[in-house]
């Protein structure tokens, strides 16, 4: 079955960077790309951009360009996020989803604390 | 970006009742709606595509219509499993956006 395995949570200092990783299994990675999701509770779900995985191509919302990069590496069918410069504001579960929206990964908190 | 409103915020029903949640974008999205739900502590999951489309294993009783700017979720039985956020996310311009959601409740 499709599976999306994401990495575990991060608890970040402000002005550093985290990367999270999303590993996928039951299907032929290259034939969709990966999409990044952020969850919070006051902005609710924000569609972070994605990565075509067979190319590596990024397309990203114009609002986390500079924040995220989105990054692949085939060989091991892991998608990866990297956040930079983080801020409290950046506090979030990230979600990766499979590029058909219909499989997601179980998330990965990230609290951006001093 | 387009603006995706739902209501209800909060809907509560009674078990067995036939529940819709309403969807609303800012312009017309030509049937690009997704649907997702969300059970505390967990990822969102697809429950209809593209308007109408039931995704493999959901069951009959959710269901999807609307046009243009305009889309609903109907339960037609309510569960008590289906206590949930529902989601409606557009996919028809750059950037997808997804509503704020409704939080569903059983009286």
């Known amino acids: 079955q499709v599976q999306l395995q994401q990495s575990g949570a991060e608890l970040a200092k402000p002005g550093s960077s985290v990367k999270i990783s999303c590993k996928a299994s039951?299907?032929?990675?290259?034939?969709?790309?990966i999409s990044w999701i952020k969850q919070t509770t006051g902005q609710g779900l924000e569609y972070i951009g994605y990565i075509n995985t067979g190319s590596g191509g990024t397309n990203y919302n114009e609002k986390f360009k500079g924040k995220a990069t989105l990054t692949v590496d085939k060989s091991s069918s892991t998608a990866f996020m990297q956040l930079s410069s983080l801020t409290p504001d950046d506090s979030a579960v990230y979600y990766c989803?499979?590029?058909?929206?219909?499989?997601w990964g179980q998330g990965a908190s990230v609290t951006v604390s001093s | 970006d387009i603006q995706m409103t739902q209501s209800p915020s909060v809907l509560s029903a009674s078990v067995g009742d036939r529940v819709t949640l309403n969807c609303k974008a800012s312009?017309?999205?030509?049937?690009?709606l997704n649907w997702y739900q969300q059970k505390l502590g967990e990822a969102p999951k697809l429950l209809i595509y593209n308007t109408n489309n039931l995704q493999t294993g959901i069951p009959s009783r959710f269901s999807g219509s609307g046009s243009g700017t305009d889309y609903t979720l109907t339960i037609s039985s309510l569960q008590p499993e289906d206590v949930a956020t529902y989601f409606c996310?557009?996919?028809?311009?750059?950037?997808?956006?997804f509503g704020s959601g409704t939080k569903l409740e059983i009286k």
């Open positions: 996310f557009q996919h028809n311009s750059w950037p997808g956006t």
């Open positions: 312009q017309n999205i030509n049937k690009y």
């Open positions: 989803a499979r590029s058909a929206m219909d499989a």
């Open positions: 039951g299907y032929t990675f290259t034939s969709y790309y």
